[in-house]
């Protein structure tokens, strides 16, 4: 089986899953930080904090004092040291000119000046390119190296930068749709079925993952 096959399977199986879910691209990139080391419904309690107070833009993150943002943001979890990314970020956003200027810069280099703020790694960097800015990058996370690790199609020991330019290689062809998509599937397979300890049972991909039968 091939990557976009397992794309195929997924997107049959679960139907589009309309990604990122936010109201705006800065609440995207507030959802990309946040969302390190958490649950996703843990974010929306933050961000719904920060809609609360009217704090949901760089302007007001800056304004706030770092008790206050950590305050918004506690339901995320580490909270001290997300609020000290957050207001960061917001700092880079606002000396790069913020969406309108950035929107401008080719992807690898807004990819790279991504990894130049303090806390913003590889994958957070990527999910703001992905779904902020729309562009052909495709996300690595835990589940996809499980999920293809057990399939199969990768190595388990893979670096992050490598596993990318594999799967951007296996669908240079795709849009951004499907890169969009296909990160939006892998999350809900791998939280709901291909978990640590997998339901091979409920998979979709059981026939012809190396997995099965394992136990």
Known sequence: MR????????????GPQQWWPADSRFEIMVGAVLTQNTAWVNVERAI?????????????????SHEQLAEWIRPSGYFNIKASRLRNFCQWY???????????????????????VNGVGPETADDIILYAFARK???????TKRIFSRLGLSDPSAGYESLRAQFEKALSKESVKTFNEYHALIVVHGKDVCKVKPRCE????????????LD
């Open 48 to 64: 719904a904090n920060l809609k609360q107070a009217s704090a949901l833009s760089t302007e007001a993150i800056l304004d706030s």
């Open 3 to 14: 990557i976009r096959s397992v794309y195929q399977r997924l997107y049959k199986t679960y």
């Open 94 to 116: 606002q000396q790069q000119g913020q969406y309108d200027r950035l929107k401008r810069l080719k992807t690898a280099l807004l990819r790279q000046r991504l990894l130049m």
């Open 202 to 213: 409920q998979c979709c991909l059981a026939r012809v993952c190396q997995r099965v039968g």
């Open 137 to 143: 990058v495709f996300v690595i996370d835990a589940y």
